[in-house]
Structures are given as structure tokens and as C-alpha cells.
């Protein structure tokens, strides 16, 4: 076992405990074993007057070990809270230096120290709500004895990380440093509480200032927190809280330590911790060293100045690199550029940035009419009418006038990559940079490797992403990629359940019921039902669209008709101002294509019918996805629908959700499906992956994508 807490004795007396395990010095059961014997060992030696606490690499403790919250964790076999007991209860004083972050267990531990210093750009904070738990290391006790108990109550459950001055404002830190070196920081504070003969400072002893927080607003925060039923961590921090308030500290703990362990076990911390390190996993590139060079990226280019262009320029415009909008239309042009503008401008009005960066960023942007000022660009992207022979002609002039080296990116959301970089002429250089609408505020970012496209121009975008704060999933090539392809089935039933007989409410609200942040009918009047005819056209065109006539009959007759969702206020709903309303328009109009299809309609159909008919032929299309190699990992299909489609989070995503309702259950339900609807069109024909591992008892989780090739074609 290799050192992670090492001991030096200093001059004067002190012992300086230093904590080593890059690259956020998470805490490992290893190294809290390690941490308490070092701390013994010190507290032992002969003349050791004062210790300090600290840690070596980029960052103090970020947390305890995610990893090692999957199983149980009880008094019995607590490996942080005797730690923070011996540490607390040491009769020489201990001072922790902090820099770069203190999350989580890594905060707990130093406000089991008796006082704590911190490099001013230090920030702080206890996120384990983020993972659906809450501190279990006394966090939820010492801090209101530190901060107050409204600033407490505020922290963890928000999981906000705060800086050092307002750390120090709080009471939770005693002093800031300058000095860089965080060992050097404790040592001098500790000469300093030495120099002033100040005793140890046991936290557990310090009076709550409750803030303001009297029973009245508890019980307010108490039912408030508790009508987030999907997220049990919510009542659970102000439960602890109010304890804090309350209870000795040893009965705070001890309520603490149960209602953290019932959180850890629960379904909603299980699927949070999956997608935290799911969308890690996602920004890594398969047989791709990380070593690659990259292509440098200082100056970039965006064709088309609609939403979507305007959405993603200002990404790159926030990330501080020059780009130049190109659109051949001068009033598009300059419409665009009037709403980035105003886009910054509503920005400032709310605080969310300051006038100097806006107008830094602003400084960034170059509107231009003509193409040929894309020819100094290192990046340029496509972002013009979804239309194939639109975009095949703009990327075959991209080819010509793009430098070499440049990356040429098509903003397509569901058309054939392949082709379109072989119209430029240069597939190495070619991808798909598929943006989420409103481009400059969804996080995620899907990136189509084509079948040409060379390791390096992926490993730049893929590195690009995250300096854009995108969360980035890598898909191959096919038709909508991973989210829109999986969407298509999700909304082919969607038609069919209207056809027969459900309304736009009731699968809405059965879908948001599940957790979706939005339904069908409400999502494709607001994407508009224009762009749902159009994509349907294209699939037409590709030869990809089934050949069923029915096939989402409902969307090409309210285009026929003119309803083309929110824009016009007739959709699916009627529209008063953002108001949806049932519109028997819609109805007659589904009752008429039944008759037209043969769909046999009914008088009922209940929620879980329509839970199951839309997300469970989604995950078997995800099956798909995965056994065809679209997809690397299924925590990236569950990074896609949780990041880009609205899927909640406290489900973990599709694949994760498909996991724990059992892979045979699905697989059955599929069947049961296929005899009540029919299965002409092989709409629940079952993915062989699916098949197997519900046959194996394996659940996706443990799918592993066979190694890919990144040869070019
Ligand atoms: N445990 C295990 N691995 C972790 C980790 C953690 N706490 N934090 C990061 N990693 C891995 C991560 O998976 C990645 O691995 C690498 O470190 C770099 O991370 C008792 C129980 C600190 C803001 O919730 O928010 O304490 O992909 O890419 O962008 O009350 O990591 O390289 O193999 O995110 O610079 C509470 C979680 C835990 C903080 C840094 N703490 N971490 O971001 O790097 S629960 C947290 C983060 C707890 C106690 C309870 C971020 C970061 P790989 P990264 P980054």
C-alpha cells in the first residue's frame, strides 16, 4: 500500500501531517487508516507541541472516495467519524491550511481540526447532495457551530461552494494566506496559535448561533424538503440542521450517521453517483492516448446566423476565442449579431456577468458576409438549414476554403455525417459537433466521429468541449445519432397512443410524472412542429423512414394543417400566451387518422401503459446503439438523455433506470406489446444485446463495447 498520509517533524515542535493522493486527495478508507495512525504517531512524539494538517498536489481533500459509497456504511464499520473524534479530541492544538478546494469529507476534516487557514483563492463546500447523500462525517454538525445554522442549512443543501473570504466572513476559517505553499501556511499559523498559547479548540464544544432559524422556519424548511420525494437528502439535511440546533452533538451525530446511510442506499443517490462518474467516463476517447497532440483552436468560425449559429458562437465568445459569423443573407446577419447582443446585454441586467466580460466577449465576435473570411479559421462549424443539399453545398465550399489543418464541423442534428464530410473533401478533418438548443445554455455537446475522421481532429474537438463547458458524447454515425435516434420511438408512440384515444394531457403528464421535465406534445410544439414535419421529410428522403403510413401521422397532419406548435400558438395544444390547452381540433384530428389507419381506439389508456410504450422501445433503441458501436459506453447514452433530452437525474438515465426495473421485465413488456399492437414494423423486436442480458441476468451496467478502431476509413 503506497503512502497517501505521510509525517515530518518540524522545528519548534510541530508535526506536519501531509495527505497525498492525486489527483483531488479523495478519501479512501486506505488513507483514512493511514491518517488516523500518522496522527497518533504525531500526537505521540516526544515534544510535538501543535500538528498541522494539509495536502500536497493541486487541491486539498475533495471528498471521501465516491467510489467506495456503494456499499453500507454504518457506525461498525464508520471510517471517517473516529478519525474526526481523534483528531477533535487531541489535547494539542491542530491546524489545517487548505487550498485550492475543501469538499465534502475533505471540509468535515478540517472542521474537525481546532482551527483552519486557507490560500485565498480557496473555495469550500459540502456538494454530497449533488450525489443525493448528505455530510456524513459530522459536517452537518460542526458547520452550524462554525458558520451559524442558517448559513449551514444553506450550504448543504445547496451543495454551493463558497470562497475564502466569505469563509472567513462566516467564522469558518480563521485567517487567509498569501502564501502558496500550503505546509509553509500551517506551519506559520501554528507558530502563531503556539506564540499565543492558544489551547485546542474541539468544535463540538462551540455554540450554534441558530441565525434566525426558529421552529417555525425549520418546520416551514422541514415540509418544504420533504415534498422532494425523489430526493429523500433534502428533509434529511434540515432534519440535521435542526438537531444541530437542538441536540447534544454526540445525538446530532448519531441522527446524522442514520439518515446518511438510508440516503446512501437510496435509489436517487445510486443513479446520482452513477452520473457523476458517467459523464467522466464520456470525455474519455477509447484507444485514443491522451498524450495525442491536438490541433490548436484560436480562432474559429460559425456559418449561419440563426438560433442555432447565434447559440453557438456565443460559446466559444464566453470561452474567450475569436469567431467570426458568417451568414450570405445581410439581414439574418445582422439580426444575428443584434441578439447576441441583446443576449449579453439581459446577461448583465441579471448579475450573471459583468459589463467588462460582456463587452470582452462582444469584442471577439467578427460578422462577415463573405465565406472567404473562413479561411484563416482553425475550427469551422456549419450551422445552416437542415437540409442536405444545403449543407452537402456548404461543406464542399467549406473544403476548398478552409486552411489545411482546420476542423470542418457540421452542426447537423440528424443527417449522414459520412456523406457530408465526403462533400468537403476532407474527412480526416471532418465531424459532427451536434449542439443542443439554446446552444449557449445546454451542456451537452454530442461529437460524430465520421468514419474518416482522424483520432487527432476528434481528441481536439472531444478537449475543445470542455473548455467550452460542454459535456461531450462521443456517437458514430447514424441516423439522429444517440439521443434523436432514440427519440424517434419515444415519439412514434406518442402518435399512436393519441390515434388511439389518449389526449396531449395525459401523456404529457404521464411522462412528467415519470420524472421527464417535459412531454412529447408540449416538447414538439415548442421545437415546433415544423421542424418534426422537416426531420420526417428527411428521413423520407434518406430512406430510413418506415414504411408504415400511420407512422407518425399525427405530427404530418397538424403540419398539414398549419399548427406549428407554440411559434403559431397551435400545436398539439392550443396556446394562450405559454398557456397549453386541450384543443378538440386535435382530438377529431386523431380520431379521423385512427379511421384513416384502421387503429382500433379505447376509451382508456392508463399511465403505465403509455410510461412503457414510449421509454421502453427508447432503451431497446439504446440496445441498439450500444450493440452497433454508435455508442462507447451506456452511461454515455444515460449522459445524453439526462444532460440534452430532460431524463431526471434521480433515474440516472435511461439505461441505468432500464437496469433497475429489470432487464426481463422490459423484455417482457416488449412482448406483451408486439402481440397487443403487432409488430409488422418491428417496433418491439427486441436488441439481441438487450435479449442476452436479460436471458444472462447481467445488467447493462455491465456491457463492455468491444475494443474500437480508429483507422480512418
Ligand atoms: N471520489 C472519487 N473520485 C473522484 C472524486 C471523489 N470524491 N472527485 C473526483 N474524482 C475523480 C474523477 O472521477 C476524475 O477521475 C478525477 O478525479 C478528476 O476529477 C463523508 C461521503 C473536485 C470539482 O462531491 O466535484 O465526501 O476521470 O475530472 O474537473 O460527507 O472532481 O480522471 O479517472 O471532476 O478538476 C463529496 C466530487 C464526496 C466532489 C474537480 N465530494 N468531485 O473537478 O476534475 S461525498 C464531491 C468534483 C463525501 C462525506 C461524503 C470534481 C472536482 P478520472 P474531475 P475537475
Known amino acids: 500500500m503506497r503512502d497517501l498520509v505521510t509525517l515530518s517533524h518540524i522545528e519548534g515542535g510541530i508535526a506536519l501531517i501531509t495527505i497525498a493522493n492525486p489527483p483531488v486527495n479523495a478519501l479512501s478508507r ?35 472516495d465516491i467510489t467506495q459509497l456503494d456499499q453500507p456504511i454504518t457506525a461498525a464499520n464508520d471510517a471517517f467519524n473516529p478519525v474526526m473524534d481523534l483528531i477533535e479530541s487531541l489535547p494539542k492544538p491542530v491546524v489545517c491550511a487548505m487550498h485550492g478546494m475543501a469538499l465534502g469529507g475533505g471540509l468535515e476534516l478540517a472542521m474537525a481540526c481546532h482551527y483552519r487557514i486557507a490560500h485565498a483563492q480557496t473555495r469550500m463546500g459540502l456538494p454530497e447532495v449533488t450525489l443525493g447523500i448528505l455530510p456524513g462525517a459530522g459536517g452537518t454538525q460542526r458547520l452550524p457551530r462554525l458558520a451559524g445554522a442558517k448559513a449551514a442549512l444553506d450550504m448543504i443543501s445547496t451543495g454551493r461552494m463558497i470562497d475564502a473570504d466569505t469563509a472567513l466572513a462566516l467564522g469558518l476559517i480563521d485567517g487567509l494566506t498569501a502564501q502558496s505553499d ?39 424548511a422541514l415540509d418544504t424538503a420533504g415534498r422532494n420525494t425523489t430526493h429523500p437528502a433534502a428533509r434529511a439535511i434540515v432534519e440535521c440542521i435542526q438537531a444541530a440546533i437542538t441536540l447534544p452533538f454526540s445525538q446530532g451525530r448519531e441522527l446524522e450517521g442514520r439518515l446518511f446511510e438510508a440516503c446512501r442506499a437510496s435509489d436517487t443517490s445510486a443513479a446520482l453517483r452513477h452520473l457523476f462518474f458517467a459523464e467522466r467516463e464520456a470525455a474519455k476517447l477509447p484507444g485514443i492516448p491522451s498524450s495525442l497532440q491536438r490541433r490548436p483552436i484560436h480562432h474559429i468560425g460559425v456559418i449561419g446566423a440563426g438560433t442555432m449559429g447565434r447559440g453557438i458562437i456565443m460559446n466559444f465568445l464566453d470561452a474567450g476565442i475569436s469567431s467570426v459569423l458568417v451568414d450570405a443573407n445581410r439581414d439574418a446577419l445582422e ?75 457540421s452542426n ?27 446552444a449557449h445554455v445546454m451542456r451537452l455537446l454530442e461529437i460524430v466521429r465520421g468514419r474518416g475522421t482522424l483520432p487527432e481532429v476528434l481528441a481536439t474537438v472531444n478537449a475543445l468541449a470542455k473548455t467550452l463547458r460542454k459535456v461531450s458524447v462521443i456517437s458514430g454515425v447514424c441516423y439522429g445519432f444517440i439521443g434523436n435516434r432514440m427519440l424517434e420511438s419515444y415519439l412514434r408512440e406518442t402518435d ?45 428522403k434518406a430512406g430510413i423512414r418506415p414504411s408504415d403510413p400511420a407512422y407518425r ?56 401503459e403509455i410510461f412503457e410504450r414510449c421509454l421502453f422501445p427508447l432503451i431497446n433503441e439504446g440496445c441498439r446503439i450500444l450493440e452497433e458501436g454508435i455508442a462507447y459506453r451506456t452511461g454515455d447514452i444515460d449522459i445524453v438523455w439526462t444532460k440534452g433530452y430532460g431524463f431526471p437525474d434521480h433515474r440516472g438515465g435511461p439505461l441505468f433506470m432500464a437496469d433497475r426495473i429489470g432487464l426481463p421485465t422490459i423484455l417482457e413488456r416488449l412482448a406483451h406489446y408486439s402481440r397487443a399492437q403487432g409488430n409488422e414494423h418491428g417496433y418491439w423486436t427486441p436488441a439481441d444485446l438487450l435479449a442476452a442480458h436479460a436471458a444472462s441476468g447481467r445488467p447493462l451496467s455491465q456491457w463492455q463495447a468491444p475494443a474500437p478502431t480508429h483507422e480512418p476509413a
Open 30 to 64: 486506505e488513507l483514512l487508516e493511514q491518517l488516523g495512525r500518522r496522527i497518533e504517531e504525531a500526537a505521540a512524539a516526544p515534544g510535538c507541541r501543535a500538528l498541522v494538517l494539509c495536502a500536497a498536489g493541486r487541491t486539498f481533500v475533495c471528498g471521501a
Open 553 to 608: 401521422a399525427v405530427v404530418g397532419r397538424l403540419f398539414e394543417r398549419g399548427r406549428l406548435g407554440q411559434k403559431n400558438h397551435l400545436g398539439y395544444y392550443r396556446y394562450e400566451g405559454r398557456d397549453a390547452i386541450e384543443d378538440p381540433e386535435v382530438a377529431m384530428l386523431c380520431e379521423a387518422l385512427a379511421r384513416q389507419h384502421g387503429i382500433a381506439r379505447r376509451d382508456h389508456i392508463s399511465n403505465s
Open 412 to 438: 447537423t442534428s440528424t443527417l449522414d455525417v459520412d456523406a457530408l464530410a465526403r462533400a468537403s473533401g476532407r474527412p480526416g478533418d471532418f465531424l459532427g459537433m451536434h449542439f443542443f438548443s439554446p
Open 496 to 540: 399512436f397512443l393519441l390515434m388511439e384515444g389518449a389526449t396531449p394531457r395525459q401523456i404529457d403528464q404521464a411522462i412528467e410524472e415519470a420524472g421527464l421535465a417535459m412531454g412529447p406534445c408540449r416538447m414538439l410544439d415548442m421545437a415546433g412542429i415544423d421542424v418534426a414535419a422537416k426531420v420526417l421529410l428527411e428521413q423520407g
Open 182 to 220: 500550503a505546509a509553509q501556511a500551517g506551519l506559520e499559523h501554528a507558530r502563531h496559535i503556539l506564540e499565543q498559547g492558544l489551547p485546542p479548540r474541539p468544535t463540538r464544544g462551540l455554540a450554534v448561533d441558530s441565525g434566525g432559524l426558529d421552529a417555525e422556519a425549520l418546520k416551514q
Open 335 to 409: 439580426n444575428g449579431v443584434a441578439q447576441i447582443r441583446k443576449t449579453y446585454e439581459s446577461r448583465v441586467a441579471r448579475g450573471r456577468i459583468s459589463a467588462a466580460r460582456s463587452e470582452a466577449a462582444l469584442a471577439l465576435l467578427a460578422p462577415s458576409l463573405d465565406y472567404a473570411d473562413l479561411g484563416q479559421c482553425d475550427l469551422v462549424i456549419e450551422a445552416v438549414f437542415e437540409d442536405m443539399d444545403v449543407k452537402t453545398a456548404v461543406c464542399r465550399q467549406l473544403g476548398m476554403i478552409c486552411k489545411p489543418g482546420a476542423i470542418i464541423a
